[in-house]
């Protein structure tokens, strides 16, 4: 019995090897698109296209998974400021309830979803938001009183309006998605959650 586990360990001490050291060569990256191509298929909204075109943040923050230097997260967040498109009429605010529907929506852009259905914004899964919601993650800051405590200055408009847009051009590599810039929410939603986090009305805000 001893003997199979020393031999198993061993075959799996020269396969990781041997993968390190692929991936030494460089071959890693070449090797993992040849299976993803083999491998998978475009699928309602899942398309390859999506999987495997990435832009120039998506290529740096691939070759910078965890810490990346200071000039290549200031190049990522010039860039991708240059990307945030204001309100076509200038108008930041939608309806707040309509708001809450895409936040509480966790659908969109699956295989399983129609193509040119409506995407949510899953914004409960990483934030707290309103405080009649108990069910929330903790990877983003609460938003709990965002308005409340911030105001509605067009600074905080052009802000809040940006972050959501396109998270990345105040934080390299951001978790949080590009909603407006990949096109995952409408300006239409965008407005509607800019309303949830801004109306004085809003639950967020009592």
Not at 5 to 18: E, H, P, Q, R, W
Not at 39 to 49: C, L, N
Not at 107 to 126: E, I, L, P
Not at 185 to 197: N, S
Request: a positive charge; aromatic letters at 6%.
């Amino acid at each position: 019995m001893k003997l199979k586990k020393t031999g198993l360990l061993l075959v799996s001490g020269v396969f990781l090897a041997g993968c390190a050291a692929m991936a030494t060569q460089g071959d890693g990256n070449d090797l993992a698109m040849k299976m993803l191509k083999e491998d998978f298929r475009s699928k309602g909204p899942a398309t390859m296209e999506r999987m495997l075109n990435q832009d120039e943040a998506q290529k740096l923050c691939s070759e910078y998974p965890t810490e990346r230097p200071k000039e290549v997260a200031a190049r990522i967040e010039a860039t991708q400021m240059k990307n945030i498109k204001l309100p076509s009429d200038g108008k930041y605010l939608g309806k707040w309830q309509e708001g809450e529907k895409v936040a509480q929506n966790g659908r969109g852009m699956q295989s399983s979803d129609q193509v040119g259905g409506v995407n949510g914004g899953n914004c409960y899964a990483c934030h707290q938001i309103s405080k009649q919601e108990i069910s929330y993650g903790n990877i983003g800051p609460s938003l709990y009183n965002y308005g409340k405590l911030r105001g509605q200055s067009d600074a905080i408009m052009q802000y809040t309006w940006g972050k959501i847009y396109n998270s990345q051009a105040y934080t390299a590599c951001s978790n949080m998605p590009r909603f407006g810039h990949a096109g995952i929410l409408t300006e239409g939603q965008l407005k509607d959650v800019m309303a949830l986090l801004m109306d004085p009305a809003s639950p967020v805000n009592k």
